[in-house]
């Protein structure tokens, strides 16, 4: 968790509204951005035995108005509009042609003022989103 807290802090979403957390997990990063990012609202995207997880941990924290889960497959299901996807320890897991065709996803369904965002082994970046990096 502390890492989920520590890079919302670092890095500007002031700019967003609607983050999409893809392979979410826990929703612990969600949590971390809306609290500190008070317009943000997220959608935390993972399979379905995940979803009730995070729904319950969100719920712990008080942002079940905030943040909501959606249940999905990456590889296969169309991700719900959103204006930043945020990715944290996804990429590693899989060989780079699924993440270059994630990443492709990515690009065809954000906005041009869209960004992505990511923590750890993230090596491409989806055109025409920006990248944030920390400042
Ligand atoms: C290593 S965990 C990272 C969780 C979270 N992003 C974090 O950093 O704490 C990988 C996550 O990807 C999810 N995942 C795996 N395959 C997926 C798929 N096909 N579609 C959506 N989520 C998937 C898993 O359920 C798991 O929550």
Do not use: N
């Not at 979410?24 to 609202?41: D, E, M, N, T, V």
């Amino acid at each position: 968790m502390a890492a989920a807290l520590a890079w919302p802090e670092r890095v500007d979403l002031s700019g967003h509204r609607l983050m999409l957390d893809i392979g979410g997990g826990s929703g612990a990063h969600a949590i971390g951005a809306a609290q500190q990012w008070g317009k943000l609202r997220v959608i935390v995207f993972d399979l379905a035995p995940v979803c009730g997880l995070a729904d319950e941990f969100i719920s712990e924290h008080g942002l079940q108005d905030r943040i909501r889960t959606q249940v999905g497959d990456m590889w296969v299901d169309t991700f719900p509009p959103a204006d930043l996807h945020f990715y944290s320890q996804i990429y590693h897991d899989w060989r780079p042609t699924g993440a270059d065709s994630s990443h492709g996803k990515a690009s065809r369904a954000l906005s041009p003022a869209a960004a992505l965002s990511s923590t750890r082994c993230c090596t491409t970046i989806a055109r025409p989103a920006r990248f944030l990096r920390r400042p």
